[in-house]
């Protein structure tokens, strides 16, 4: 994909598709340490709270997210939810008529035609 999607409902950007990555250690200090360890962009770290007692965790990032910079969720199509997906089709569906072949059968054996 080249360009940043929007959903086609709502308009918001469709969220990017990301990786988790664990690290092992030593745990990275800083966004940067944690950046050099791995490949894609970096669109969120998860650190151990620094309250903890173990030092070598306290305050470090565990985990992060990465992002390879093209690829965005497709689980909802066009959208960036099943419910901008369904509103849209509902709209869809109310503005031009139509439905699916199934839903025309439906009606078709309902009405004693099929
Ligand atoms: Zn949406």
């Not at 990275?28 to 969120?44: F, H, L």
């Not at 509103?87 to 072949?101: K, R």
Request: with cysteine; net charge positive.
């Amino acid at each position: 994909m080249t360009s940043k999607p929007f959903c086609r409902w709502c308009g918001k950007p469709i969220a990017k598709k990301t990786f988790g990555h664990w690290f092992n250690s030593p745990l990275p200090q800083s966004r940067e340490d944690a950046q050099r360890r791995v490949n894609g962009q970096i669109t969120k770290v998860n650190r151990w709270p620094s309250t903890i007692d173990d030092k070598q965790k306290a305050g470090k990032i565990f985990s992060a997210n990465t992002w390879d910079g093209g690829s965005y969720r497709t689980v909802y199509g066009f959208f960036c939810s099943s419910v901008c997906a369904g509103h849209y089709a509902e709209n869809f569906a109310d503005l031009t008529g139509e439905g699916h072949p199934r839903w025309q059968e439906a009606i078709d054996k309902a009405e004693g035609r099929a």
